[in-house]
């Protein structure tokens, strides 16, 4: 089992960044897959961002967040990163921190931190 607490949410304004960290209660150093979803009011939630290791490193962008959102991870923090840049507002929603610990394993949901892109 593991443990996801995200933080770095907050308010900002058009054209702005933010980074949200999402750290682990356990080593993440050999984690299937780790990523962020977001979800907006009214709507489903949607894969953001993920990174998928086994043999090698796959990251995967959803086109809307292609150039502006970086995924990361420092394993000797047991962290994951989405650096966010250049936001806008149709970027506002709850941010949620999504880990696999293996390929055949269950999804682990971190609380959620709210984006508010607004001026």
């Known amino acids: 089992q593991v443990q996801l607490v995200e933080s770095g949410g907050g308010l900002v304004q058009p054209g702005g960044s933010l980074r949200l960290s999402c750290e682990a209660s356990?080593?993440?150093?050999?984690?299937?897959?780790m990523g962020w979803y977001r979800q907006a009011p009214g709507k489903q939630r949607e894969l953001v961002a993920r990174?998928?290791?086994?043999?090698?490193?796959?990251?995967y962008y959803v086109d809307s967040v292609k150039g502006r959102f970086t995924i990361s991870r420092d394993n000797a923090k047991n962290t994951m990163y989405l650096q966010m840049n250049s936001l806008k507002p149709e970027d506002t929603a709850v941010y949620y921190c999504?880990?696999?610990?293996?390929?055949?394993?269950?999804?682990?949901w971190g609380q959620g931190t709210q984006v508010t892109v607004s001026s």
């Open positions: 999504n880990v696999r610990l293996t390929s055949v394993g269950v999804d682990y």
């Open positions: 356990r080593s993440i150093l050999s984690i299937y897959r």
């Open positions: 990174i998928t290791s086994g043999g090698s490193t796959y990251y």
